[in-house]
């Protein structure tokens, strides 16, 4: 079976086809920020000017490899409005004119399975971190049961801002990392973890302050460590309450070696099996979308034109997962 899948939640609007086996073809267009963070509508914009040279590429590459696409699949939710609606209105289209099913797939949702599928891990508590969301996930009688998420900004969200106040270009997660590998030493910054949750727009502020006093690698370099060690610290108690033999790190801010080395660490010492995607996966992509469109599909599970709407708040616990 061959699926296209279309991704554009965010800043990034990558279409890909897979089958079982592999991923066949992915394009991507990166929307860069001029200054500042992502604007919804700047984004959508730019999705709108690229998505149609994008799915013809995709779809010119189906032809010369003689593939019959049998289902269209598109991020509906969580992501920005604007962005999302671009998406949908392609993924309707196609599926109409293939007379293909269409399906509506959970963004989150999508990271998990990818990662599940290009690492072998089979039931993980997952670490899903993002310039939009950060959340302790693991599968339970058939849901993925979000176990912790931050009370208000990102992870990455809260590195890119950071970044900002102190002059470094978006995104910022990359540069922090750069930055704290040079540093000298621990700059204390708040530690918030509520029950199972966590915040980080005072860690924020804190490191904008501490950064007006203190050395910036070692201002880096301890949000880092202050930031993952809350990260890890829900994973953890995440994997001891749902029994988890497996741990797995999805989302862009996975791309964070530190943040991985961390993760392995906790995993070595419970005696668990820590996985990885590689970093081609674990930002935003299409592959993920088309790879949980067809297991969905496979699965029986499809999605009719009139529930087609996009879900800017959709939660991964309103999905029924059927495949597993
Ligand atoms: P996503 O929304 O999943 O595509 O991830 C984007 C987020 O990942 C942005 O907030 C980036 O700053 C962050 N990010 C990318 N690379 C790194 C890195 N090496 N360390 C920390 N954060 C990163
Ligand atoms: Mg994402």
């Known amino acids: ?79 920005l409005g604007p962005c999302l609606r671009t998406v949908a209105t392609a993924a309707r289209v196609l599926a109409l004119k293939f007379k293909v099913p269409l399906v509506g797939v959970n963004h989150c949702i999508a990271h998990i399975e990818i990662g599940k599928w290009k690492t072998g891990a089979r039931d993980p508590a997952v670490l899903y971190v993002s310039g939009g969301n950060s959340q302790v996930l693991a599968l339970r009688r058939g849901r993925y049961r979000i176990f912790g998420e931050t009370l208000d900004i990102s992870v990455g969200n809260m590195l890119d801002k950071f970044a900002r106040s102190v002059g470094l270009p978006h995104p910022g997660g990359p540069r922090i990392e750069e930055l704290a590998r040079k540093a000298k030493g621990y700059i204390p910054l708040p530690y918030t973890v509520k029950g199972m949750d966590f915040s980080f727009s005072g860690l924020a502020t804190a490191a904008t302050e501490a950064a007006r006093r203190y050395d910036l690698a070692d201002v880096c370099y301890s949000l880092q460590e202050t930031a993952f060690a809350m990260l890890v610290e829900v994973t953890e108690r995440a994997m001891a309450h749902a029994e988890k033999r497996e741990a797995m790190l999805v989302g862009g801010v996975g791309a964070n070696q530190r943040l991985g080395e961390m993760l392995r660490l906790m995993c070595e010492e419970r005696g668990a099996r820590f996985y990885l995607p590689e970093k081609r996966f674990m930002g935003d992509n299409g592959s993920m979308i088309a790879y949980t469109g067809l297991v969905m599909l496979k699965s029986g599970v499809s999605t009719p034109l009139e529930s087609s709407g996009v879900r800017p708040n959709y939660r991964t616990d309103e999905v029924e997962v059927r495949w597993a």
């Open 1 to 79: 079976m061959y699926v296209l899948g279309i991704e554009g939640t965010a800043w990034n609007l990558s279409a890909a086809i897979v089958n079982e086996d592999d991923v066949i073809i992915e394009r991507a267009a990166t929307y860069t920020p001029a200054r500042g963070g992502i604007h919804p509508r700047e984004a959508a914009q730019h999705h709108s000017e690229h998505i149609g040279p994008l799915l013809r590429e995709v779809i010119q590459g189906a032809r010369d490899r003689g593939i019959k696409i049998d289902g269209v699949a598109f991020s509906q939710g969580p992501g």
